[in-house]
């Protein structure tokens, strides 16, 4: 950052501890000032028009987010996320992907063990019980090198990433200039956790949950729902930051993206909620739980009505495609690196060139099977149909058999050809109706370009 820049996110900071609500204007546009590259020109001028119309569900939920949420961890959340990880690190990003011609991930996701306390059905990481972790030398390591390549945010998955919870506020606390974020079951987040939590002020989690009690203690075990519940219970009432993530799948899709369920999240504090389509992925991945096409379509069209009515920032890892212009993984915006050091394009993806244990980070990205993902994005010109598994099968298979990349299955390696065997189906149903979206998203957006030009 110039000087100009050090002194607008400086003042951005101080603003939000004295009237953010008022100050909102001066906040944006110190964030254009620090916005060097202007990378993110059309999200503060989006940000703007929302948050400074005063009946807008966006200037409702940041009110929200000011009065609920200690101020000290939304400072925190907007130094590391926003400056560091969005503003200053993408710039950074950028220039390390033209320097050494391979991806440059924003955002890195790694397991620091294979551990669980729950079995939940069709989940792969059930299988794979304690057998490996990565060390807090080895976490730290790819911390210290990510940030040399601009990489500021840090996710934490797993197993249940909360078994490793010591090393991961160790962490937390000597990389504050990061910001971290990890998926947890909430089964080991006791008040001691939160306590530390609002300590570190970097680290937020988002709670596992397949919508109603009954749903999700159907995958995740008897009584989990309301372990759940309480968990949240306790973040609320420490005003720590929070979201919720949900698989959705054949049997609880409906109720996930129900108005019920939704709206229930909110008053229990959840900021922001992340959807994922269940994946059938290791040696007892049910098929059967995938999601029908009709389903994925009603989902892709719920999330943007709850973006427009609610007062929660929802994501959906797949059917938000068209804007990220496609698959983000292979290193394009993220990757994983498992409990054993397995470096993996995707967290569903479970193939790999290197160990993270055996190469830099650097080395890692600069793989065969992390170069067919640069040479081959986007796997399909329709961006709702993004995943190389999920949507377009032969681009996994030519990607892994061409790469030479080895199965990283913990329990039993899987042919690639027997993984993409268990989605070719649900590609082929969700081809037209994914080509039907994408041709209507296409004539709202000529529509609403007539009626400016007028």
């Known amino acids: 950052m110039n000087k100009v820049q050090r002194r607008s996110a400086s003042l951005l900071l101080r603003y939000i501890a004295q009237e953010p609500i008022k100050r909102l204007p001066a906040m944006l546009s110190l964030a254009e000032k620090i ?11 989006l940000f703007r028009e929302l948050l400074l119309d005063p009946d807008s569900v966006w200037r409702g939920f940041a009110e929200r987010l000011f009065e609920e949420v200690d101020a000290r961890l939304i ?20 220039e390390a992907e033209e320097k050494y011609n391979c991806n440059i991930p924003w955002a890195i996701l790694m397991d620091p063990t294979s ?8 989940c792969w990481a059930a299988e794979y019980g304690g057998k490996n972790n990565l060390s807090y030398e080895t976490l730290d390591s790819i911390v210290r090198q990510g940030k040399e390549l601009g990489v500021h945010f840090y996710i934490f998955s797993g197993g249940e990433p909360l078994v490793r919870k010591a090393d991961i506020i160790r962490l937390c606390k000597a990389h504050a200039d990061c910001y971290f974020f990890a998926f947890t079951n909430g089964t080991m987040v ?14 937020a989690l988002a709670f596992s949950i397949e919508g109603d009690e009954a749903s999700t203690d159907m995958r995740r075990g008897k009584g989990t ?67 029908t096409a009709e389903q994925r379509a009603w989902m892709y069209k719920r999330v943007r009505e709850i973006r427009d009515t609610k007062p929660i920032f ?25 409990a054993a050091g397995e470096v993996e394009p995707c967290a569903f993806i479970h193939y790999s060139n290197v160990n993270i244990h055996e190469v ?59 993984l993409c065997a268990k989605t070719a189906g649900a590609a082929e149903n969700w081809a037209p109706a994914a080509d039907k979206l994408w041709e209507e998203r296409y004539e709202l957006e000529e529509a609403e370009l007539r009626e400016m030009s007028r």
């Open 35 to 45: 916005d060097r590259s202007r990378q993110y020109k059309r999200h503060i001028a």
């Open 360 to 418: 830099t980070l650097l080395s890692a990205l600069q793989s065969p099977l992390f170069m067919a993902y640069r040479k081959g994005a986007p796997f399909n010109h329709n961006h709702l149909r993004p995943c190389p598994l999920l949507d377009n099968p032969s681009a996994l298979k030519r990607m892994v058999k061409e790469s030479g990349a080895r199965s990283t299955d913990l329990e039993a390696p899987e042919n690639v050809d027997d």
């Open 190 to 203: 006791d008040e001691d956790f939160c306590g530390e939590l609002l300590d570190a002020g970097n680290f």
């Open 115 to 122: 551990a669980c306390n729950l079995r939940c059905v069709g």
């Open 225 to 291: 729902y309301r372990q759940v519940i309480a968990a949240m219970e306790r973040m609320k009432e420490r005003r720590l930051l929070f979201g919720y993530s949900t698989c959705y799948h054949r049997y609880n899709t409906e109720s996930v993206g129900s108005d019920e369920f939704v709206d229930d999240m909110i008053a229990r504090g959840c900021r922001f909620a992340w959807n994922f389509t269940y994946m059938p992925v290791g040696r007892n991945a049910k098929p059967e739980l995938l999601a």
């Open 314 to 338: 929802t994501m959906d890892f797949w059917n938000d495609g068209e804007y990220t212009e496609g698959c983000i993984a292979g290193g394009r915006r993220y990757l994983h690196i498992n």
């Open 75 to 94: 400072r925190k959340m907007v130094e590391c996320f926003i400056i560091n990880a969005s503003l200053e690190g993408s710039a950074r990003n950028k």
